[in-house]
């Protein structure tokens, strides 16, 4: 349940198969820059937050796997956390990503279905998460701090802060909610 | 005299180096493709050098974003840094604003500071976000007009401003954006957006369908302030003939496709509004405007 009394569900999506994008950037980021030379595996994982009256957890993950507008099942593998203490597919050790479109996070054709489909209205939302496994010893928060955001050709890499934002998490508790959480970037951190 | 060398730069998942090694040609210079699989520092032998259409690297992560980090780029900000002229299209303007080579050095923002350091200021200062467009998303294509602005842009220096090119756009990732706000208007300003999205009158255009893509201050171009380094996100190899003109494109240049067509003695083959670019750059190292 999010702070305004609706139902909040957070469905995390992987692909089955090895995922190029991360290899590429797992290659990038220890190849070319600082933070990321101690970069030990790197994750990409889809998340999609619904918010509005959702029906049971099990009608959720029917749903989404019925639905082409969340995830392709045979391609696909999803995860949905229907309450806060529900397990989440990061290992605790892993830093996290959130990279959102700056006022492109909602999925209106994601929720037209949904309205379609049950006669409810949520709001649907979605940003990819990556998740980043460092040597023991480095100081993951603030090599996924530095890794996040675009500065130059040698800083940064996830996020483009000229339409993106980026949200910091941890594997062994990722926020809840996440995406719908407005965030507030301070004057010095802006470009 | 011979004819400057250009390197028409491929990364994996770049589609538009064929047309775009035609169209350079066609405009007399020596062309190469150069795939990234070669020494970067070979790079050094080229006069100019064209990053292409299509998708580098697949857009993993982002577009323009891994190819931006390649040692490549390095190599072609320093000969940038030295004069020599640097084209991206679309994907490769993506790669040049993510590389930040534009609006790079010299910027209008930290102009003072990074010239009296000495240094060159390559902080990434924009971006080609996502498009937005009114009830829609995703990819988008379509011709739309460009007027040519006052600007010391190497590659549309022997066009007049004002002159309005119809040239196709075709993105999903096409809208100059800044996070600082007025930054990409502060360029327009400064003569480092050399084409403007248009109304088919010459008319700024402020909203889609002219403006495709949502790009602030209708920027559909920006280069550094030097001129040699462009950022272009219409595609201008796909209107090096007049034959390639569309049918939704009328006034003169409209005119000039349906009379050659209609004369059916390869005319249509003669240039399209496209290859003012490509005569700009060969006009750039001494061939005849």
Redesign the interface.
């Known amino acids: 349940m999010s702070a305004d009394g609706r139902s909040l569900a957070q469905a995390f999506i992987e692909l089955l198969a090895e995922d190029p994008e991360a290899e590429s950037a797992l290659a990038i980021a220890r190849g070319r820059l600082a933070a990321g030379r101690r970069l030990g595996g790197l994750r990409r994982v889809r998340v999609f937050e619904l918010a509005g009256a959702l029906p049971s957890r099990a009608q959720v993950e029917e749903l989404l796997h019925r639905s082409t507008r969340f995830y392709n099942p045979a391609k696909e593998r999803c995860t949905v956390r229907a309450a806060e203490r529900e397990p989440v597919p990061f290992k605790p050790e892993e830093a996290l990503v959130l990279v959102l479109d700056r006022g492109l996070e909602r999925r209106p054709a994601g929720e037209r279905w949904w309205k379609h489909e049950t006669g409810e209205k949520v709001e649907v939302r979605e940003g990819t998460v990556w998740a980043l496994a460092f040597e023991p010893g480095e100081d993951a928060a603030a090599r996924a701090g530095e890794l996040a955001e675009v500065k130059d050709r040698r800083h940064g890499l996830f996020a483009n802060p000229h339409f993106q934002d980026w949200r910091a998490g941890e594997g062994a508790h990722p926020p809840w909610p996440w995406l719908e959480r407005p965030r507030k970037r301070a004057k010095e951190d802006r470009p | 005299m011979s004819a400057a060398r250009v390197a028409v730069v491929q990364f994996p998942g770049v589609n538009c180096e064929a047309e775009t090694e035609r169209a350079l040609s066609r405009a007399g210079l020596e062309v190469e493709v150069f795939r990234w699989t070669r020494a970067p520092r070979e790079l050094a032998a080229f006069d100019a050098y064209v990053l292409p259409g299509g998708f580098s690297?697949?857009d993993?992560?982002?577009a323009g974003?891994?190819a931006?980090?390649d040692?490549m780029?390095?190599e072609l900000?320093a000969r940038a840094a030295d004069g020599a002229p640097v084209l991206g299209i679309c994907n490769g303007a993506q790669v040049l604003v993510?590389?930040?080579l534009v609006p790079g050095a010299g910027n209008t923002v930290r102009r003072g500071a990074a010239r009296s350091a000495g240094a060159e200021d390559?902080?990434?200062?924009?971006?080609l976000?996502?498009n937005?467009m009114p009830e829609r998303?995703g990819y988008h294509t379509r011709w739309v007009w460009c007027r040519v602005e006052d600007t010391p842009c190497v590659f549309t220096r022997g066009l007049e401003p004002g002159t309005l090119l119809p040239l196709p756009v075709a993105h999903g990732e096409g809208?100059f954006?800044?996070?600082?706000k007025g930054r990409v208007e502060s360029l327009v300003a400064a003569g480092q957006a050399p084409l403007l999205y248009s109304r088919a009158d010459g008319a700024i255009a402020d909203s889609f369908p002219d403006n495709p893509n949502g790009s602030e201050a209708a920027a559909a171009a920006l280069c550094n302030a030097r001129g040699n380094v462009l950022a272009l996100m219409p595609h201008p190899e796909r209107a090096a003939t007049l034959g390639q003109v569309s049918r939704s494109i009328g006034g003169a240049w409209g005119a000039r496709r349906d009379r050659a067509l209609a004369a059916g003695d390869g005319s249509a083959f003669g240039d399209g509004p496209g290859m003012a670019f490509f005569h700009g750059l060969a006009a750039h190292f001494g061939a005849p405007a």
């Open positions: 690297w697949q993993r992560v982002r974003a891994l931006a980090k040692p780029l390095d900000a993510e590389a930040g390559e902080s990434v200062q924009v971006a976000a996502r937005r998303t809208r954006a800044s996070a600082k």
